[in-house]
């Protein structure tokens, strides 16, 4: 029993060493929320995730040290229903963020970024008026636009340089104007409309704006490429969390059997001392 419980204890500190990815994953997300994705409700359900392998672990723990089963029980149920959410979590983020990406601009480095693309609910939320005023503001204060500028040597870079450059989404969709609407290259956030000439129907030429405060903050090409960060994001954390899933249910897996094991024995010692009281019994006669 004692070996039992050793390995449920072990089990359950090596649990709470896995919990630190997720927490980690969840505190990137929120990072990315005060400077470049701008969205700050994703990163909550990874970290009340973490944080709950975390508590449920070292009750996990305790329950292994005192040989309190209850503990254990609680900490059996306590991760399958933590298993179940991150589950829940990692086909949301895949499903929320499963369509949509950057186009390829001939003769372009980087990808243009178009809202139609994109679908669901994610996209939803980050069209509505309401809430998108809220993410063009931390976008615009987080200076994402004003980082996007280079020189060599005192000298700014030249459009050559720039349009081989490997944009970020939100650069790409918010502080440059749509490729297909002609305009020429001053500087990274400065273009000129090329005699007045358009090259497409796309709203967002209108839009734009060589005011450093407007920019395209207010194109669909800066909701497209809000999520287009989104996506990046999401995945490179769903990564991590599809290899952390797999070790916690082997983990699971292996402290249920120690948990059946434990019980087991403890059941099986009343029953024997009975059947060792009946099988010698007492010769005492009055």
Same mark, same amino acid.
Request: aromatic share 12%.
């Given at each position: 029993?004692?070996?039992?419980?050793?390995?449920?204890?072990?089990?359950?500190?090596?649990?709470?060493?896995?919990?630190?990815?997720?927490?980690?994953?969840?505190?990137?997300?929120?990072?990315?929320?005060?400077?470049?994705?701008?969205?700050? =409700? /994703?990163? #909550?359900?990874?970290? &009340?995730?973490?944080?709950? $392998?975390?508590?449920?672990?070292?009750?996990? *723990?305790?329950? !292994?040290?005192?040989?309190?089963? =209850? /503990?254990? #029980?609680?900490?059996? &149920?306590?991760?399958?229903? $933590?298993?179940?959410?991150?589950?829940?979590? *990692?086909?949301? !983020?895949?499903?929320?963020?499963?369509?949509?990406?950057?186009?390829?601009?001939?003769?372009?480095?980087?990808?243009?970024?178009?809202?139609?693309?994109?679908?669901?609910?994610?996209?939803?939320?980050?069209?509505?008026?309401?809430?998108?005023?809220?993410?063009?503001?931390c976008i615009r204060d987080s200076g994402?636009?004003?980082?996007?500028?280079?020189?060599?040597?005192?000298?700014?870079?030249?459009?050559?340089m720039f349009f081989q450059r490997k944009?970020?989404?939100?650069?790409?969709?918010?502080?440059?104007?749509?490729?297909?609407?002609?305009?020429?290259?001053?500087?990274?956030?400065?273009?000129?409309?090329?005699?007045?000439?358009?090259?497409?129907?796309?709203?967002?030429?209108?839009?734009?704006?060589?005011?450093?405060?407007?920019?395209?903050y207010q194109c669909s090409s800066c909701?497209?490429?809000?999520?287009?960060?989104?996506?990046?994001?999401?995945?490179?954390?769903?990564?991590?969390?599809?290899?952390?899933?797999?070790?916690?249910?082997?983990?699971?897996?292996?402290?249920?059997?120690?948990?059946?094991?434990?019980?087991?024995?403890?059941?099986?010692?009343?029953?024997?001392?009975?059947?060792?009281?009946?099988?010698?019994?007492?010769?005492?006669?009055?």
């Amino acid at each position: 029993m004692r070996s039992a419980n050793h390995l449920i204890g072990m089990v359950n500190f090596l649990t709470f060493l896995l919990s630190v990815p997720i927490l980690g994953g969840g505190i990137w997300l929120s990072s990315r929320a005060n400077s470049t994705d701008c969205l700050r =409700f /994703l990163q #909550w359900p990874l970290i &009340v995730i973490g944080i709950s $392998i975390m508590v449920v672990s070292l009750a996990g *723990i305790a329950g !292994a040290c005192y040989s309190n089963k =209850f /503990l254990m #029980w609680l900490y059996l &149920v306590a991760m399958f229903l $933590i298993i179940a959410a991150l589950i829940g979590f *990692i086909i949301f !983020a895949y499903a929320v963020t499963d369509k949509g990406s950057g186009r390829t601009v001939l003769n372009r480095g980087y990808l243009d970024y178009y809202l139609q693309d994109y679908s669901g609910w994610l996209k939803d939320r980050v069209s509505d008026d309401g809430y998108w005023g809220k993410i063009s503001s931390c976008i615009r204060d987080s200076g994402a636009c004003r980082r996007i500028g280079r020189n060599f040597n005192g000298v700014p870079e030249s459009a050559d340089m720039f349009f081989q450059r490997k944009l970020h989404p939100v650069e790409s969709g918010c502080c440059k104007p749509p490729s297909d609407c002609g305009f020429t290259y001053g500087n990274e956030t400065w273009w000129g409309q090329g005699g007045g000439m358009m090259i497409g129907p796309n709203p967002d030429c209108t839009l734009w704006n060589n005011d450093q405060s407007m920019l395209c903050y207010q194109c669909s090409s800066c909701k497209a490429g809000i999520l287009g960060s989104l996506k990046k994001s999401w995945r490179k954390v769903s990564v991590i969390n599809i290899v952390v899933l797999i070790i916690l249910v082997i983990f699971y897996v292996i402290a249920y059997a120690a948990y059946r094991n434990v019980k087991r024995i403890g059941n099986d010692e009343p029953a024997g001392e009975a059947r060792m009281t009946k099988s010698h019994p007492s010769h005492f006669h009055l």
